[in-house]
């Protein structure tokens, strides 16, 4: 009988563990990455500068580029510079605006691109979406899936723990995501890849459940294999649907509404997760969640990342337009501004304790 199965777009390498970067030219000199060396590397000009100083020596072939900022400018140019390079492949060195300048700078000059991530800030480090900085705001743009990644658990503690906490965020949003994704397939008959569905939401309850902290390597590790899958479960589905329902909707809101004043995307969108399964009623799941990122140093509430009350049901009532076509329980329940105001109220109180 034939065998039937399907293709997953995935890293060909994934390297998480401390020291991990040590061998980066090794994994750089697999045949399917690189088989002359010649490679273009993008980097940031703070910590990306004394990265470039480490690695250097062992890259002979590598031409290195700073990247100035997370826009889309920034990465059209970036391409632009590189398309004289002959180069093997594209390796993308630092945090998320490094990254998704190069995965959309490699998508657009037809090269292999390479994550190395110096944060756990998103996940962004493995997702086949570039989110950058244009002139209407921010925009996402589809693009391959790194071919290789590595996340250096000796590098990640260096780097600020706001970044890991924004991680542990943007990681939990998947348990909210795919209740969100599992009620428009009940209500509007909306397709579910099941496949897609149950790895964001394994990587989600993973860091929910763990009981370390931010800066252990055991759970550093889970934080980052669940970022990965989270990148992974969005390359299966062809969509962002199995990590972004209300929880991101909220988050876009609040970066529209309140341009200069919003947090940081992890913390928008934990709270907003806490807040959108209180809103479908799970209870018992929405305060395990707050309880997760309370442990972790994140916000519970609003007045946590500065927004008052009146401000904050303001964002959720926009937030079903920042994806028009979207289905969550934000368009499934149509909430009034006062029906918003109450829900909230009552959100804050359960979480209080």
């Known amino acids: ?29 697999d045949q399917r990455i690189s088989h002359s060396g010649r490679l273009a590397v993008a980097v940031s000009g703070g910590s990306g500068a004394r990265l470039r100083e480490r690695l250097a ?47 959309y700078s ?29 002139d209407a705001g921010r925009g996402s743009y589809g693009v391959p899936t790194p071919i290789a990644l590595l996340i250096d658990l000796d590098v990640i503690r260096e780097a600020p723990m ?20 599992e009620l428009a397939n009940r209500v509007n008959g909306e397709k579910i890849d099941g496949l897609a569905a149950a790895m964001a939401r394994q990587a989600g309850e993973a860091v929910l459940r763990h009981p370390g902290g931010c800066g252990e ?12 899958l989270s990148g992974i479960a969005m390359s299966i589905a062809g969509h962002t649907r199995p990590s972004s329902g209300a ?8 970066d529209l509404l309140y341009p200069r004043r919003a947090a940081s995307h992890g913390e928008q969108v934990g709270l907003g997760a806490a807040f959108a399964t209180h809103l479908r009623g799970d209870t018992e799941r929405a305060l395990l969640m707050a309880e997760t990122l309370r442990r972790h140093g994140l916000p519970v509430v609003a007045e946590e990342i500065g927004f008052d009350d009146d401000e904050f049901v303001r964002a959720v009532e926009y937030a079903p337009q920042t994806r028009p076509g979207r289905y969550t329980i934000l368009e499934h329940l149509e ?17 209080a304790g």
């Open 162 to 181: 706001r970044f890991v906490r924004s991680g542990i965020g943007d990681a939990l949003s998947n348990i909210s995501a795919v209740a969100d994704w």
């Open 335 to 351: 909430l009034s501004p006062e029906g918003i105001r109450k829900a909230y109220a009552a959100y804050v109180a359960a979480v």
């Open 1 to 29: 009988m034939p065998v039937l199965t399907r293709l997953i777009p995935s890293p060909v390498v994934v390297d998480i563990r401390a020291g991990a970067l040590d061998d980066l030219a090794s994994v750089l000199a």
């Open 106 to 134: 490699a998508a657009r000059v037809g090269l292999p691109m390479v994550a190395v991530a110096t944060n756990l800030s998103h996940d962004g480090i493995c997702s086949p979406v570039s989110i950058l900085d244009n």
């Open 247 to 254: 929880c991101h909707e909220i988050s876009h809101a609040l």
């Open 57 to 103: 020596p062992s890259l002979p072939g590598a031409v290195w580029y700073e990247v100035g900022g997370g826009t889309l400018d920034d990465a059209v140019r970036l391409a632009d510079e590189m398309k004289s390079g002959h180069y093997d492949a594209v390796v993308g060195l630092g945090g998320g605006k490094v990254i998704d300048c190069a995965k």
């Open 217 to 228: 390597d055991e759970f550093l590790t889970v934080l980052s294999e669940g970022l990965v």
